[in-house]
């Protein structure tokens, strides 16, 4: 809940409250509570502020997630589709966009105008496998960049995750984190020596 949670929202609202209360204390002349309005509500209420100025917002579940897909994230995700998911669902503040440090070292950020956007991400089965699908607005940088960057993507992504990259719409681009599940050692030792 607290991942959901604009911090920036609660200063200006708690503080917003505070200097309220400081300045009908002020006037009304309660000393106590015109001091915490001062010296707490002023400073939250910039804070907040701040905050909202800095605010990047959560990248939202384009579709509602399956309870076998949940299981199948319980089963197969890997640290790497795990802390995605966490991180572009919450709230973020001082960045300029969701994942950016990533698309600058896997060379799809060339400038800030240029950068895809996450528009949205869901979870889905393919194959059996779990996957993490991310959405992006991408209309500056073609799916043929896209695919270039693929091997370098499971790569940095990895390891167990393979990586597909599809364009459903001009301008989109679905890039598929897919958890490559692990094959227990005895089914490979029953095969070998069978």
């Known amino acids: 809940m607290l991942r959901q949670t604009s911090f920036g929202t609660l200063g200006l609202i708690l503080g917003g ?5 400081g300045f009908t204390a002020y006037f009304g002349g309660n000393a106590t509570l015109n001091l915490v309005g001062f010296f707490y509500g002023i400073p939250l209420f910039l804070g907040g502020l701040a905050l ?34 966490r991180d572009i669902t919450r709230y973020r503040y001082a ?4 994942l950016d440090s990533s698309l600058s070292h896997l060379s799809l950020s060339p400038t800030d105008e240029e950068r895809p956007v996450i528009k949205g991400l869901r979870e889905t089965e393919i194959e059996g496998a779990y996957a993490l699908i991310l959405e992006f607005d991408s209309p500056l940088i073609p799916l043929e ?19 597909k990259v599809t364009q ?6 679905e890039l598929a984190l897919i958890a490559t599940p692990k094959v227990e050692k005895s089914l490979i030792a029953d095969s070998n020596e069978q």
Not at 17 to 21: A, I, K
Not at 95 to 98: D, E, S, V
């Open 17 to 21: 409250v505070l200097t309220v209360v």
């Open 52 to 85: 909202k100025a800095a605010e990047l917002k959560p990248v939202p579940v384009s579709q509602p997630t399956t309870a076998e897909t949940l299981a199948l994230r319980q089963q197969q995700a890997t640290a790497t589709q795990n802390q995605i998911r």
């Open 95 to 98: 960045q300029k966009a969701h």
């Open 145 to 163: 960049v896209w695919q270039q960057k693929q091997e370098k993507m499971e790569n940095f992504f990895g390891p167990g995750v393979e990586i």
């Open 168 to 173: 459903p719409n001009e301008d989109e681009i």
